[in-house]
């Protein structure tokens, strides 16, 4: 589904009061080479992590709402390439009304490709780390560079961010958030979010306010066993570090 970035997005929200996420904001561009956009038939742009060359994982607000995905890239000529789907499960946790009812919800989803993806594309590592406030997480993301900006989004952006705990500690979610405007924006759902060693241990979800501030993740390493389970089902399986 297409971001929106408000007083209460980024994703579809797995918290009270949140909504979709959208692009990096006051990110540098950075190399590709396990993400992938998720593109749905609204015209919706998300983020996707690649787990195997024909899984990806994203938010589950971007493949929610009866619509048809197709996962996105560009060839080694620049040539755009959709790439349809074989199955796809969203978390059982998520909830599509979550923000209306600030209701809390596990914004996650699974996708099999109907074709493997190139090899170029590496799968990532997991994480089940619980970072905590201090910590500095790394946020990245096909997003929009600026809000209601629809052209800067396709650039796969990352930044470095400090997790916060405006709520207290979390075991569900994590949020990031720079003393200047840095963060995500439109498009950057279901980004990776990564430790120091490049594993991913949170997916992108949710942003408060314009983009660029707070972000909010949804934590994998409590979420271990329905991954691990929908992969397994699959025949494939995740790398956790």
């Known amino acids: 589904m297409r971001l929106r970035c408000g007083p209460a997005a980024l994703g579809c929200l797995l918290a009270l009061g949140a909504g979709p996420a959208g ?24 983020t996707g992590i690649v787990l195997a060359a ?19 890239f560009r060839d080694e000529a620049g040539k755009p390439v959709l790439v349809e789907l074989a199955a796809r499960a969203v978390h059982p946790g998520y909830d599509a009304g979550a923000v209306a ?22 799968p990532v590592a997991l994480s089940a780390a619980m970072p905590r406030a201090g910590e500095s997480l790394t946020l990245s993301g ?75 993740g949804v934590l994998l390493g409590p979420q271990r066993d329905w991954l ?3 992969l397994t089902g699959w025949g494939r399986a995740a790398a956790w570090n």
């Open 23 to 46: 692009a990096v904001v006051g990110g540098a561009e950075a190399p590709a080479g396990a993400a992938v956009m998720v593109l749905s038939s609204n015209g919706g742009v998300c």
């Open 142 to 216: 096909y997003g929009a560079e600026r809000a209601n900006d629809p052209r800067s989004t396709g650039t796969f952006r990352a930044v470095a961010l400090p997790v916060v705990e405006p709520y207290g500690p979390s075991r569900i979610l994590v949020w990031l958030k720079a003393p200047g405007r840095a963060g995500g924006c439109q498009g950057d759902s279901g980004g990776p979010v990564a430790v120091g060693d490049g594993a991913v241990v949170a997916v992108a979800a949710w942003i408060g306010g314009a983009c660029g501030g707070l972000t909010q």
């Open 101 to 122: 009812g600030r209701r809390r919800s596990i914004d996650l989803a699974l996708l099999r490709t109907a074709s493997a993806l190139p090899p170029r594309f590496r």
């Open 54 to 72: 024909d899984t990806v994982l994203t938010a589950g607000h971007c493949v929610a709402g009866g619509l048809e995905q197709r996962v996105h």
């Open 228 to 230: 691990d389970r929908t």
